[in-house]
């Protein structure tokens, strides 16, 4: 590499260009085609030579142009380099594909995923115990996972990954894809009448956000679970994880758009479902960025509200209150108030605990979720309009300090202030009879 010794402003260039910040630049910039393509040229042992060396012998027209052009055009000449130069770092320091990508994630607005083909583990695949908490297998502790193995707990996955809008259907049944977990470590094809006819006991319900598969809704919904598991006091639970359509779609603005309206059918579908729960059965919701405007929706219908989709009336009648706990969660901030788009949310809620985060970079860009307007996230600022009847039922914790810059739920469920408490609003507040 001599020519960066005798090209001073290579030199310099080389110096000030962080070598993982130049990576991920590069990954980002290989989405486009004509960068490929421009690299691929760039990359040619023949054009290095030419350009740079000037000893290649008999050098083709289109190597003349192109030497030419490099010799008279900076801003080509140094995009030249910089290329060059990313592709010459070494590989033990390259960052992967994938890292980057995550890394660019980080900063898409709200989280993001396409509707595909069902993705569940086969029946019989023991994925359980390594996707507890989400965690790579070398980061991962005994401590740390297959809590279930040591308690007595009740696991179901619900999915409606197979189910579209139901608008204008009047359907007054839904044909929801349910399984349990074994004993064995497998998930076992079940029914709604034999989840519902089950072992009465607390039962806490998981609506994971956006951007999200479904073997990711099972990783996900342990660690929400693990939560409640470490506490030595809590009693034995039926865990269900709420699984619905939220893989990625391209346009990270349209994904957006397109999982919000998709959030109003999901509040009917797990309106539906609470409605036919025992009304003398303990329920706790627990509910994610996007997962959280789910689960204010189903409280909202309900109580007989209806949201964007016309769908049958849902009658509850008297039923035992509901604890919701709302983590990040990506919906208008003034929705739960009196006339708000789900101010039926109240009527079964017991109380709710809000955990919003000031310093989200996600939920920060929440207002492009609309065309006109510039809506607030309600795990963004917390909640606005509430009248103080509302105000006395609500807690709120800013867990900016405890979790950082991040909208990820692997940070929040690990947060020692998240723990505290999801664990003391649904574990001590109200005991099972």
Known sequence: MFWID??????????????????????????????????CCLNATFLFEAMFFGNMAGPSTFVRFVKRIMRT??????????????????????????????????????DIRLPTADKRPAVGQKDFPQNTLGLAPSDQKLSDVDYHSLRDDDAWLISTRHLDCLAGKGESTLD??????????????????????????????????????????????WQAFGVLQRDPAAPPMRL??????SDRI???????????ARTNTEGHYLGWFLAQIDPETSVNLIGFSYGARVVT?????????????????????DRRPIQVVLVAAALHNHWLSSGGFHEGFWQFADRLLLLFNSCDPVLKRYRFIEKRGRPVALGYRGSWG??????????????CCSVG?????????????????????????????
């Open 6 to 39: 005798s090209l001073p402003w290579v030199r310099k260039l080389y110096i000030a260009l962080n070598v993982v910040q130049t990576q991920r630049l590069l990954f980002f910039f290989m989405r486009f085609s004509f960068f490929q393509h421009a690299l």
């Open 73 to 110: 055009t900076a801003p080509l000449r140094r995009l030249a380099a910089a290329l060059i130069l990313t592709t010459m770092v070494p590989f033990s320091v390259r960052v992967s594909r994938a890292d980057a990508e995550n890394a660019t994630a980080n900063t898409a607005a709200v």
């Open 176 to 221: 929801l894809d349910v399984s349990r977990f074994s004993t064995s470590g497998e998930w076992i094809p079940a029914g709604v009448d034999t989840l519902l006819s089950s072992e009465p006991r607390l039962t806490v319900v998981y609506v994971h956000g956006n951007r999200v598969s479904d073997d990711e809704a099972i990783s996900r919904a």
């Open 240 to 245: 269900i994880i709420w699984s619905w359509p």
């Open 250 to 260: 391209h346009g990270q603005v349209r994904d957006v758009r397109y999982k919000a």
């Open 297 to 317: 929706g189903a409280m909202h219908v309900l109580s007989g509200g209806r949201l964007a989709c016309a769908a049958p009336d849902i009658v509850a009648g």
């Open 386 to 399: 509430l009248s103080d009847d509302l105000e006395a039922r609500i807690e709120e914790r800013d867990v």
């Open 405 to 433: 810059k991040t909208h990820s739920e692997s940070v929040f469920f690990s947060s020692a202030e998240v723990i505290d408490g999801i664990q003391q609003h649904l574990l001590t507040r109200d005991a099972p009879e």
